[in-house]
């Protein structure tokens, strides 16, 4: 059974950090691309980051760049989004997703709120 389970969202004050983990299970982790999406209400959902199965190539979108840190942990099966100097528009339920060539997977989400 295929599992990504998002974990360490909350609530955070503008200049504030979280570090969000995204557990795997139920496939080949290493072999998969990995994805930090966001989603709000009314939007659609936006690309913040991607790892390569290496580890070596990572992108960022430009509203994260310089703040923004993605990496993963192929023994722990495990993606992880470093986010600092968080602002009130980063606010956002957080997916993780595993892509390798037509077959994808998405996780739940965990919820980001940065206010004051």
């Known amino acids: 059974q295929v599992q990504l389970v998002e974990s360490g969202g909350g609530l955070v004050q503008p200049g504030g950090s979280l570090r969000l983990s995204c557990a795997a299970s139920?496939?080949?982790?290493?072999?998969?691309?990995m994805k930090w999406y966001r989603q709000t209400p009314g939007k659609d959902r936006e690309l913040v980051a991607s790892?390569?199965?290496?580890?070596?190539?990572?992108t960022y979108a430009t509203f994260v760049k310089g703040r923004f840190t993605i990496s993963k942990d192929d023994a722990m099966n495990t993606v992880y989004l470093q986010m600092n100097n968080l602002k009130p528009e980063d606010t956002a339920m957080y997916l993780c997703n595993a892509r390798r060539t037509s077959i994808e997977y998405w996780g739940q989400g965990t919820q980001v709120t940065v206010s004051s």
């Open positions: 139920g496939f080949t982790f290493s072999t998969y691309v």
């Open positions: 790892i390569s199965t290496g580890g070596t190539i990572k």
